[in-house]
């Protein structure tokens, strides 16, 4: 989602720009929300990890789009991956019904993969996928702000309950970030101006956490 900084945005004063940043922040949550998915790996020696992944629709289906290094391990069987709506936690994963956990190259080029989530599943789990159609890679310049919404791994934290269940909450968490120039090739990004943590959204317990 991207958003025009006014004018003036350099000459605000620091109160007025920390109620910029809310006022914005607050309207984005939802519609960021809507359109993002986490991405529970487990493995087999006991490992736990968290990645983040947009929805997309073409031609009436649901992609997520994410990282390939978030599939690390999927070439074995010992590592299970669990996809669910930022809406959601884990324990009402999305059905996936075909997928390209592509390898990123050597220089770290090509590091994208694809999931296709079944539609209704999307629908039951609240999961929005933004028209390819409408987005314009052209409005990202270093004038628009950008907000991006994800499930950071060196946050993610497990327990037990008291019958000794996992219990695994990854803090969803929103960046406020804008590009700093375009060679042509690629983008370079500045650093996450402000970042806001949400509610705990991952949980393998039989009961939700909210």
Known sequence: MVSRIPAPFKRLSQSEEDALYDHVGKASMQHLRDRTAGILTE???????CGTAVAV???????????AHN?????????HFTF???????NEP?????????????D????????EVEVESAKHSALVGTDMSSIDPSKLKPEVMVFLMGFPAA??????????????????????TH???????????????????????????????G
């Open 94 to 106: 999305l059905k996936v019904i075909g997928s390209n956990y592509n390898a990123p190259g050597s």
């Open 155 to 176: 946050f993610t934290k497990t327990s037990r309950d008291d019958k000794g269940a996992l219990n695994i909450i990854a803090p969803m968490m929103m960046y406020f």
């Open 179 to 209: 590009v700093i120039s375009d060679d042509g090739a690629r983008l370079l990004w500045a650093m996450p101006a402000l970042v806001t943590v949400q509610n705990k959204v991952s949980s393998k317990c039989p009961s939700r956490q």
């Open 84 to 90: 669910f709506s930022a809406n959601r936690s884990s």
């Open 57 to 67: 629709e073409i031609e009436g289906q649901i992609f997520l789009l994410t990282a």
């Open 71 to 79: 599939f690390k391990g999927a070439e074995t069987n010992s590592t």
């Open 108 to 115: 770290g080029s090509n590091d994208v993969a694809w999931v």
């Open 43 to 49: 493995t087999s020696d006991g490992g736990i990890d």
